[in-house]
């Protein structure tokens, strides 16, 4: 069964702190995407990587970095954590040429306070 | 141009009716609509995805209906079920693009 998982399910945060946000897919999958979905605004796209160190910035960038060391791994950073960045958060993967089949990891709810 | 706007935002049907949602995109390149079925605490999940040189494509109780003139696609959804209450997405894309551009989403309830 193929997996993306996500390293917290829940994560509550205080306004300025440095946030990590781990992915894993074990599908050995080159592309991999990091969402964050709000009612009403629908998936939003913020990093998408497609190979280990290569990364391009998707429609919201702003706030965020990524780092992708591994191909299997991929983090979303919150180099200072803020009010407007609460939302849920989902990691995605898939393979070159097949975009229109994302596997998505069950996302991580996050909360600055 | 890259957007793709989704209708309606919810939708609240009875068990046995046939919800339909609606996305309309700018981008004639777009040439691969996936839809995407989201239970809630799940991640997205690809549900049905069908390219403009068909008009229709049906996967059991799901179909994708398209009209590539009008640039609109829809899912409706036959004889439905309490169990497919879920939140759903569409999607488009193009050869050579290895992202998708995602509706907004429609929030659907099954009623009993």
């Known amino acids: 069964d193929v997996k993306v998982t996500q390293s917290s399910r829940y994560l509550v945060k205080r306004t300025g702190e440095k946030v990590f946000l781990e992915c894993v897919q074990d599908m050995d999958h080159e592309n991999m995407f990091w969402y964050r979905q709000d009612p009403g605004l629908g998936l939003r796209l913020i990093y998408f990587?497609?190979?280990?160190?290569?990364?391009e910035k998707g429609d919201i960038p702003e706030g965020y970095s990524v780092s992708r060391e591994k191909k299997e791994r991929f983090s979303l950073i919150l180099e200072s954590a803020s009010t407007n960045q609460t939302s849920m958060y989902l990691c995605a993967s898939s393979r070159p040429g097949v975009a229109y089949e994302q596997y998505f990891g069950p996302g991580t709810r996050l909360t600055v306070t | 141009q890259q957007q793709v706007k989704q209708s309606p935002q919810s939708l609240i049907v009875q068990k046995g009716g046939i919800p339909i949602i609606n996305c309309a995109y700018e981008n004639t390149a777009f040439d691969y609509f996936p839809w995407y079925q989201q239970f809630p605490g799940k991640g997205p999940a690809l549900l049905i995805a069908?390219?403009?040189?068909?008009s229709e494509k049906k996967e059991g109780r799901f179909t994708i209906s398209f009209n590539k003139s009008a640039k609109q696609f829809s899912l409706h959804i036959m004889d439905s079920q309490p169990g497919d209450s879920a939140t759903y997405f569409c999607?488009?894309?193009?050869?050579?693009?290895?992202?998708?551009?995602f509706g907004t989403g429609t929030r659907l309830t099954i009623i009993p």
């Open positions: 069908i390219r403009p040189d068909v």
């Open positions: 990587s497609y190979d280990v160190k290569m990364k």
């Open positions: 999607a488009a894309t193009y050869f050579g693009n290895e992202k998708l551009t």
